[in-house]
């Protein structure tokens, strides 16, 4: 006799009908699916999220300057300025001359210092005037050593005096300073005295640094003493231009 097979039910009381047939795989529940899209979707979030910390730690990495910039070229060396090509503030600078013994270097050629200027024509009178003075009073001094070689070294003397054209006679230095040479110090009294005789009162002998005639023709005094000879040396002594010449006898 045969068996008849007992029902199948499950542990729900529900028929095996109700089941998937056996050897096929069953069916996820609804709550299980949701759960497994939820972990893919979060999985490929996360891979998403790692992929942009991945481009964002890339970009800033420093360049590899050396490895992927090419090699920068040495700067082309300038190219020679030619002699014709100075510009306008150049002019006032040597110009350079390309050497004669094919170096390379230019030779500087330095400019040739400018003349003396000529000395103003004042100045050159000046110095003739003084220099005239200086020569005429040397020829007086000899001609009295000659005349009176044994007399007393002041005796029969005359004083001979230069001034200015302003001074029109011996009253017109009265108080004025008047310059003398050192060598003729020693009879400042008696020139004073004789000065004084012939109508220039009160005035001043002084020395100084220069000689009395260049201290006349700088214009600091308005007399000079530029001479003490004797008589005929005195009266054969040079007038000059400019100025006014008087003799004034000493007395013995």
Same mark, same amino acid.
């Given at each position: 006799?045969?068996?008849?097979?007992?029902? &199948?039910?499950?542990?729900?009381?529900?028929? &095996?009908?109700?089941?998937?047939?056996?050897?096929?795989?069953?069916?996820?529940? *609804?709550?299980? !699916?949701?759960? !497994? $899209?939820?972990?893919?979707? $979060?999985?490929? %979030?996360?891979?998403?999220?790692? #992929?942009?910390?991945? %481009?964002?730690?890339?970009? #800033?990495?420093?360049?590899?300057?050396?490895?992927? %910039?090419?090699?920068?070229?040495?700067?082309?060396?300038?190219?020679?300025?030619?002699? +014709?090509?100075? +510009?306008?503030?150049?002019?006032?600078?040597?110009?350079?001359?390309?050497?004669?013994?094919?170096?390379?270097?230019?030779?500087?050629?330095?400019?040739?210092?400018?003349?003396?200027?000529?000395?103003? *024509?004042?100045?050159?009178?000046?110095?003739?005037?003084?220099?005239?003075?200086?020569?005429?009073?040397?020829?007086?001094?000899?001609?009295?050593?000659?005349?009176? *070689?044994?007399?007393?070294?002041?005796?029969?003397?005359?004083?001979?005096?230069?001034?200015?054209?302003?001074?029109?006679?011996?009253?017109?230095? +009265?108080?004025?300073?008047?310059?003398?040479?050192?060598?003729?110090?020693?009879?400042?009294? #008696?020139?004073?005295?004789?000065?004084?005789? $012939?109508?220039?009162?009160?005035?001043?002998?002084?020395?100084?640094?220069?000689?009395?005639?260049? %201290?006349? +023709?700088?214009?600091?005094?308005?007399?000079?003493?530029?001479?003490?000879?004797?008589?005929?040396?005195?009266?054969?002594?040079?007038?000059?231009?400019?100025?006014?010449?008087?003799?004034?006898?000493?007395?013995?």
């Amino acid at each position: 006799m045969p068996q008849v097979a007992a029902p &199948c039910v499950d542990l729900s009381g529900n028929a &095996c009908a109700d089941n998937p047939a056996a050897g096929q795989p069953a069916s996820l529940a *609804p709550s299980e !699916k949701v759960v !497994k $899209a939820k972990r893919t979707s $979060a999985v490929a %979030r996360r891979a998403a999220l790692q #992929r942009k910390h991945a %481009r964002a730690a890339k970009r #800033r990495l420093p360049p590899q300057v050396a490895a992927a %910039r090419p090699p920068e070229k040495p700067p082309a060396a300038p190219a020679p300025r030619s002699f +014709s090509d100075k +510009s306008p503030s150049d002019k006032s600078s040597p110009e350079p001359v390309p050497p004669a013994d094919g170096a390379s270097a230019p030779v500087v050629k330095i400019p040739s210092p400018a003349k003396d200027t000529p000395p103003a *024509p004042g100045k050159v009178q000046s110095e003739v005037m003084v220099a005239a003075v200086t020569v005429a009073a040397e020829l007086a001094e000899r001609m009295t050593a000659l005349r009176v *070689p044994e007399g007393p070294a002041d005796s029969h003397l005359v004083a001979v005096v230069l001034a200015r054209p302003t001074v029109r006679g011996l009253a017109d230095l +009265s108080g004025k300073v008047i310059a003398i040479d050192e060598r003729y110090a020693k009879s400042n009294a #008696r020139i004073t005295t004789a000065m004084n005789a $012939a109508g220039a009162s009160e005035v001043l002998l002084l020395e100084g640094q220069a000689t009395a005639i260049t %201290r006349l +023709s700088n214009g600091e005094v308005n007399a000079a003493v530029v001479a003490l000879a004797s008589p005929e040396a005195a009266e054969a002594f040079p007038k000059i231009a400019g100025f006014r010449l008087f003799t004034v006898a000493l007395k013995p």
